[in-house]
């Protein structure tokens, strides 16, 4: 007996070597979210309704972390250089491929250090203005400009972001001239829209919708194609007397390069899933976001084709990051 019992000790020895070491399921911590721009605008609003999602489907708290600066190139260099764990995430706007046509030198690469994972949502952005401005349309805004050329002051979210870049086409479209001022993010822009430091901004819907509707600005027009489902009477700025007037923006997840195929595809549908969800749906559409939540394929290919694009309006309007 004693012979037969060291037989197998000697055996399960031999072959203990050879067996796989048990994995950790994928997420066993808490996974942090960082957003390249201060609370409250758009791309925090939008990357906090993703995080509390994601924090109920996957068992682990996602915690969003505001990292602002440089256009939102600090947050995302943050991210391309953490580990490819799956652990470390960014939600970004589309200035994330704007900025390659911004910037000779980086210290990242807007494509090749990511792994996409999820296109969140396309947002038209909306003009507004403050509401001492006589401006009720695009017809009198521009008639306003133009008989005070130069009086005029557009804010932005920031240096060659979307809202900025879509003031400098609409300068090239109607022959409107206006003074540009950068802010650090939208919610302090709007502060002084609000205040009448500014008197208009092209600006992302989930954050100048709330101001809108308890009447500190007025909504203008739309500057996507068609009409926003959100505000269905509101026209567009290519209706209102500009043909061919066309920018959004929109909002995305990314993974540092190198993260595991499983891990990202993972990620991609738990983000699509709850777009899927009514409740989801309802809020971003009072935020005037239309969900997308499409595969880390189509987002790659959506990603390179918006490269493209911005690097022709940045060229053609000689926008400057500084």
Known sequence: MKTGIRALTLLLALFAPCAAPAQTAYPAKPIRMVVPYPPGGPTDVLGRIVAQKLSESLGQQVNVENKPGASGMIGAELVARSAPDGYTLLTNASIHVINPSLYAKSSFDAIRDFAPVALIAEVPLILVVNPGVPVKSVGDLIALGKAQPGKLNFGSSGNAAAPHLAGESFKIATGVQMQHVPYKGSAPALTD?????????FDSMPSAMPHVK?????????????????????????????????????????????????????????????????????????????????????????????????????????????
């Open 193 to 201: 829209l609000i205040g009448g430091q500014v008197q208009l901004m």
């Open 214 to 322: 308890s009447g500190r600005i007025r909504a203008v027009a739309v500057t996507s194609a068609r009409r926003s489902p959100t505000m269905p009477e509101l026209p567009t700025v290519a209706e209102s007397g500009v043909p061919g007037f066309d920018i959004s923006t929109w909002y995305g997840v990314w993974a540092p390069a190198g993260t595991p195929k499983d891990i990202v595809n993972r990620l991609s549908a738990e983000i699509a899933r709850a777009l899927r969800l009514p409740e989801i749906r309802e809020r971003l559409a009072g935020l005037g976001a239309e969900p997308v939540g499409n595969t880390p394929e189509e987002f790659a290919a959506y990603c390179q084709s918006e490269l493209a694009k911005w690097s022709k309006i940045v060229r053609e309007s000689g926008a400057k990051a500084d």
